[in-house]
């Protein structure tokens, strides 16, 4: 995607009418989520996050966390 594509983009956004703007925070909130999913999908896959997954159960085994 160039600079000239997303300033077309926010142009497009910013002309939008109330309405569609309310449908299109909903849809892209949709997207995003979509996408930050299979992102920590990848993510725990690859063992990226082995790490604060131990240190996490660390902290647990000495009380070191508070029920919420």
Do not use: P
């Not at 002309?15 to 920590?40: P, Y």
């Not at 997954?53 to 647990?60: G, R």
């Amino acid at each position: 995607m160039t600079k000239s594509d997303l300033r077309e983009i926010e142009l497009a956004v910013s002309q939008l009418s109330d309405e569609d703007l309310v449908k299109f925070r909903t849809w892209f909130a949709e997207f995003d989520a979509i996408n930050w999913d299979r992102q920590l999908e990848t993510d725990v896959a690859a063992g990226r996050l082995d790490a604060l997954a131990d240190k996490a159960l660390q902290d647990l085994r000495k009380g070191k966390c508070t029920d919420l």
